[in-house]
């Protein structure tokens, strides 16, 4: 196991975390790299005690200050997303409705003029055209068609 591989474990060390083959590895490491050896010192001083290991005092005295705690009066909490942290001047808001409304009432009018032809397709029924007015798109009356 090189300097990072173990580097990345020795909080995990120190908790007792690793597999057993692992930790053997780590301390093996440990033995013969001085380097990891200090650091691993000086996570220890700054890392606290796994909780579980705490004496029987050190429970009552986190009862005592979870009572304490509990007791303190506390501060709102801060509003989630739904809820209103500030407000807006009612005439913009009635403005802005306003103009979603109109264009929403725009939109259903371009939607339904769609929908219903229009008086100058609805005037008649369709004329077609006789064939012997008909002339291709290329036709010019300079040039007749053979
Ligand atoms: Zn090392």
Not at 28 to 51: D, G, M, N, Y
Not at 93 to 103: D, H, I, M, R, S
Request: some cysteine; charged content about 20%.
């Amino acid at each position: 196991m090189n300097c990072r591989e173990v580097q990345t474990r020795i909080t995990a060390w120190q908790d007792q975390e690793l597999s057993p083959g692992e930790h053997t590895q780590v301390t093996e490491h440990f033995r013969r790299c001085a380097p990891c050896r200090s650091l691993e010192a000086r996570l220890a001083r700054v890392t606290p005690k796994p909780f579980l290991d705490a004496p029987e005092t050190d429970w009552s005295r986190l009862e005592d200050a979870i009572d304490e705690e509990w007791a303190r009066p506390h501060a709102p909490a801060a509003p989630r997303w739904w809820q209103r942290t500030h407000s807006l001047p009612r005439g913009a808001v009635a403005l802005y409705a306003a103009a979603l409304f109109g264009a929403l009432l725009w939109g259903v009018h371009g939607w339904r003029s769609a929908q219903t032809p229009s008086p100058n397709t609805a005037a008649g029924p369709v004329v077609p055209i006789p064939s012997e007015d008909y002339r291709p798109a290329g036709w010019t009356p300079e040039a007749p068609p053979p």
